[in-house]
């Protein structure tokens, strides 16, 4: 078996790191058994408590967990028809608008001063909308090929993560840290990396790797990443499917779920087989993703401590950090015909953008960027008062 050839090493610093999350995205949030109708959960999404809960007829509702008389937690009070009525005054709260009504069964009496999230059910998961609640149904859920299919046999991993989502994807680009794994069976090796680029709206890695074939047998084969806004996919040749969706927790992208979908494809005959083993394959699979999750806690902890600067020798994560960072200016500039304009300083700006609780776009005429609020903090702090334009937690500023 050959090694890998080494690569040359070159330094990463990557404005990803305070970007809170993407724009326009579906999430995953809970497993859609969890809720019954008539029941309550609070979750967090971006550093928002929100109260969620599937309404008399099923369907599920976000609303910010909080009622707008005295800021009583929703989720402590009951599901009537499609509201929530609070367990302090009883106000009532509409699901689908989160817009106040009466008391009783009047009319939507005020407009909302409270977020609202808009949910989705699909794949058996509960996903929440990362964006305007307006424009989310200009943009589908996204597609887990191959994931319940007939031939598949399926596992679903979730895991709770202290690192930022951008992490996690160096993490499932670079695949040459499978000495990680070495103990785990059922992982693979890596032998060469072959190709990466983008194409269209997705970004690919081409890895020749050892694979394990259904039933642990290894093959060397191809093996492909595929990115696609805020969704990966690891296909290791026609056996093994894995895909990959982050929700952002705190404000700045750096408290994370991670949920790992994963697929093995087999025969009629050996298919029984596989799903009576399916326990064993998602333990050891899931044991294999808690070391990628505390190599990834480590990672973040050296962030914390000021280390920004990584040295690294897989050219791929360098062109999928171009790619994520393209991404986010195209989804800013497709947003600006309706950016709310603001009126800020830079002062009040900047400790938000060093937080990682905005992420900053600069058009200055000539080139467009998402910049790195550390290194250009003089920049920022000299433009003083100044008009943006915000979408979300993006703001795009044109001095």
């Given amino acids: 078996m050959s090694e890998p050839k080494?690569?040359?090493?070159?330094?990463?610093?990557?404005?990803?790191?305070?970007?809170?999350?993407?724009?326009?995205?579906?999430?995953?949030?809970?497993k859609a058994k969890?809720?019954?109708?008539?029941?309550?959960?609070?979750?967090?999404?971006?550093?928002?408590?929100?109260?969620?809960?599937?309404?008399?007829?099923?369907?599920?509702?976000?609303?910010?967990?909080?009622?707008?008389?005295?800021?009583?937690?929703?989720?402590?009070?009951?599901?009537?028809g499609s509201h929530i009525r609070c367990v302090y005054h009883g106000w009532r709260i509409d699901g689908s608008s989160a817009r106040i009504l009466g008391k009783e069964e009047e009319a939507a009496v005020e407009p909302s001063c409270l977020k609202r999230i808009v949910l989705r059910e699909r794949?058996?998961?509960?996903?929440?909308?990362?964006?305007?609640?307006?424009?989310?149904?200009?943009?589908?859920?996204?597609?887990?090929?191959?994931?319940?299919?007939?031939?598949?046999?399926?596992?679903?991993?979730?895991k709770p993560i202290a690192s930022?989502?951008?992490?996690?994807?160096?993490?499932?680009?670079?695949?040459?840290?499978?000495?990680?794994?070495?103990?785990?069976?059922?992982?693979?090796?890596?032998?060469?990396?072959e190709n990466f680029g983008s194409e269209k709206d997705r970004f690919t890695v081409h890895y020749r790797a050892i694979m394990p074939d259904y039933f642990g047998r290894n093959r060397e084969g191809d093996l492909f990443i595929h990115v696609d806004g805020n969704v990966f996919r690891l296909d290791m040749g026609e056996h093994l499917r894995i895909h990959g969706v982050s929700t952002p927790v705190s404000s700045n992208g750096r408290q994370i779920e991670?949920?790992?979908?994963?697929?093995?494809?087999?025969?009629?005959?050996?298919?029984?087989?596989?799903?009576?083993l399916r326990p064993l394959f998602k333990y050891q699979?899931?044991?294999?993703?808690?070391q990628d999750v505390d190599v990834l806690e480590s990672e973040q902890r050296a962030f914390d401590d000021g280390l920004r600067v990584q040295?690294?020798?897989?050219?791929?994560?360098?062109?999928?950090?171009?790619?994520?960072?393209?991404?986010?200016?195209?989804?800013?500039?497709?947003?600006?015909?309706?950016?709310?304009?603001?009126?800020?300083?830079s002062s009040s700006l900047l400790p938000q953008a060093l937080r990682g609780e905005i992420g900053i776009i600069f058009d200055d005429g000539e080139e467009i960027a998402v910049i790195?609020?550390?290194?250009?903090?003089?920049?920022?702090?000299?433009?003083?008062?100044?008009?943006?334009g915000r979408y979300q937690h993006l703001v795009m500023v044109r001095p």
Wanted: glycine fraction near 6%; proline fraction near 7%.
């Fill in 372 to 388: 790195d609020p550390e290194q250009n903090q003089d920049r920022l702090l000299e433009l003083g008062d100044l008009k943006v």
């Fill in 6 to 30: 080494p690569v040359r090493e070159r330094t990463l610093r990557s404005p990803l790191r305070f970007i809170p999350y993407a724009v326009d995205v579906w999430c995953v949030l809970l």
């Fill in 285 to 290: 699979i899931s044991r294999g993703f808690q």
């Fill in 164 to 193: 930022h989502w951008s992490y996690t994807f160096d993490n499932g680009i670079d695949l040459f840290h499978f000495g990680l794994h070495a103990e785990v069976p059922f992982f693979f090796r890596i032998l060469s990396l």
């Fill in 34 to 80: 969890d809720l019954a109708r008539g029941h309550i959960k609070k979750v967090t999404v971006l550093g928002v408590d929100y109260a969620v809960f599937r309404d008399e007829r099923g369907e599920v509702h976000g609303i910010e967990d909080r009622c707008p008389h005295r800021g009583i937690e929703l989720s402590l009070g009951r599901v009537e």
């Fill in 258 to 276: 991670m949920w790992w979908f994963i697929s093995i494809f087999a025969p009629k005959r050996p298919r029984p087989v596989l799903r009576l």
């Fill in 123 to 158: 794949y058996g998961l509960v996903w929440c909308f990362i964006g305007d609640p307006d424009r989310a149904a200009a943009h589908p859920l996204p597609e887990i090929t191959g994931y319940g299919r007939e031939d598949s046999v399926d596992m679903l991993i979730r």
């Fill in 311 to 345: 040295r690294e020798t897989n050219p791929a994560v360098y062109a999928a950090h171009e790619y994520l960072i393209n991404s986010v200016i195209e989804q800013a500039l497709a947003m600006a015909p309706n950016l709310t304009v603001e009126n800020v300083s």
